[in-house]
């Protein structure tokens, strides 16, 4: 093994610490583990002036030779971290295990340098090339494939008739996929893992709610053929169907079938553990309060998913009338149609007729200018999108009266965007 070299010049800056961790620092070899537990370290000042650990009579052979004269040998260096692999108990086993099985340490090496590499490419359905491993690792957060043979318009029909809130349908569809992060590749719901730990206990999931919900779903998936990820989705979708009639559109919400159901087994818990949610303002929450603004906050959960600042908009203003908020937090909601994927939320806010006023830290009364008194409520989230310039543009034009249509539009298409965000397995 070579453990990185810094074996300098004598012209070199560095951090201060000099010297070569193995005998042969070019050579992949086991020397480091050699040298860390085959000699005593004492502590020493480097020629530049830094602590480092060198070994307690070292056998000459095992000097690695300076870097610029090889005929002068000098001794190996550790440092705090490298002790450590020798001196706490547990990574002492695993040192000794590397030692002592050179075969053994170059695959597990192979396999970690492997994970460093490719760990923001997501799952390995987005490989390409004849070197792409064939075995699925739990970091690369698997999938199965899904069944796409199975009827999806009987699959509609049960959720219709389960009795599920339109709020529970889209709300539980949301908090499915919002867990995609562009940046990684990770999350979203393909694979259903809200069902699964640590998801299904997440605060911002609800999880009283989302068991009642999950329990409806798991039923209609065991008696269709269809995976419970399809279901989430395709019901969250039939949320918004029933929105947009009701809004007196015929626009269907496109579905493409053949999610899968991860396992339990297929999923890392310590690492999904990372990707909780602690705010998401298009259902208008956040877990606690924060030295970050909650708009701020909004903008980094949208850029995490891909959206654009017109998706963005779209979509927290359809969500606000549709009554997915948090808990049926009333913040934002500014329509008396709740239900119905009206453009209200951007004909109210941005109405002049209305006043808005400080009532607490993240929340604001939305009052009638000439009787002061209270109409709605908001947050900051709500009333960025008619404070800030950019944003109040966008909010404008899905507030004008001939743009029903084209905010409905526009909405199914950003939902869609989010549902479909984690489905590499779709032509883009």
């Not at 005593?40 to 052979?61: C, F, H, M, T, Y």
């Not at 492997?114 to 760990?119: A, N, V």
């Not at 908090?175 to 997440?202: C, E, H, V, Y």
């Amino acid at each position: 093994m070579n453990h990185t070299s810094r074996a300098v010049g004598r012209d070199t800056v560095s951090s201060g610490i000099e010297g070569a961790w193995t005998t042969h620092p070019t050579t992949w070899d086991n020397g480091y583990f050699t040298l860390l537990l085959g000699y005593d370290w004492e502590l020493k000042k480097s020629p530049a002036g830094a602590w480092q650990w060198e070994p307690v009579n070292i056998r000459e052979e095992d000097k690695p030779v300076d870097v610029e004269d090889p005929s002068v040998r000098c001794n190996p260096i550790m440092t705090d971290a490298d002790m450590a692999m020798k001196m706490d108990p547990a990574y002492r086993v695993i040192a000794e295990r590397f030692f002592k099985d050179p075969a053994y340490f170059s695959a597990v090496f192979a396999q970690a340098w492997f994970k460093l590499t490719h760990r923001d490419m997501g799952p390995r359905a987005r490989y390409i090339g004849p070197d792409v491993p064939q075995q699925d690792l739990i970091w690369q957060d698997p999938v199965p494939a899904g069944n796409t043979d199975y009827d999806v318009a009987a699959v509609k029909a049960r959720i219709a008739a389960s009795g599920l809130s339109l709020s529970d349908r889209v709300a539980t569809a949301w908090d499915s996929a919002r867990t995609f992060r562009g940046s990684d590749m990770r999350g979203g719901a393909n694979g259903a893992r809200i069902r699964l730990s640590p998801q299904k206990d997440w605060a911002g999931n609800e999880p009283d709610r989302l068991t009642r919900v999950l329990a409806v779903y798991e039923r209609i998936a065991a008696d269709s053929g269809a995976s419970v990820a399809d279901v989430i989705v395709l019901a969250g979708n039939t949320g918004i169907e029933q929105a947009v009639q009701a809004a007196g559109f015929d626009l269907p919400v496109p579905f493409s079938p053949g999610r899968g159901d991860a396992t339990q087994a297929m999923t890392d818990v310590e690492s999904f553990e990372a990707l909780e949610p602690i705010h998401d303002g298009f259902r208008n929450w956040v877990k606690k309060d924060d030295l970050v603004s909650p708009e701020e906050l909004l903008l980094d959960r949208a850029q995490l998913m891909g959206l654009t600042a017109p998706e963005m908009t779209a979509l927290l203003g359809g969500m606000r009338v549709l009554g997915a908020n948090y808990g049926g937090n009333p913040q934002g909601v500014l329509t008396d149609r709740v239900g119905v994927l009206s453009n209200d939320f951007f004909v109210n806010l941005t109405d002049m007729a209305y006043l808005w006023k400080p009532t607490g830290k993240n929340a604001y009364a939305i009052c009638d200018r000439k009787t002061g008194q209270p109409r709605w409520s908001a947050s900051r989230v709500d009333l960025v999108f008619g404070s800030n310039s950019v944003l109040r543009a966008y909010a404008e034009v899905y507030a004008q009266d001939d743009n029903q249509e084209k905010f409905a539009k526009d909405f199914i298409a950003a939902w869609t965007k989010v549902m479909n965000a984690d489905r590499f397995d779709l032509a883009q």
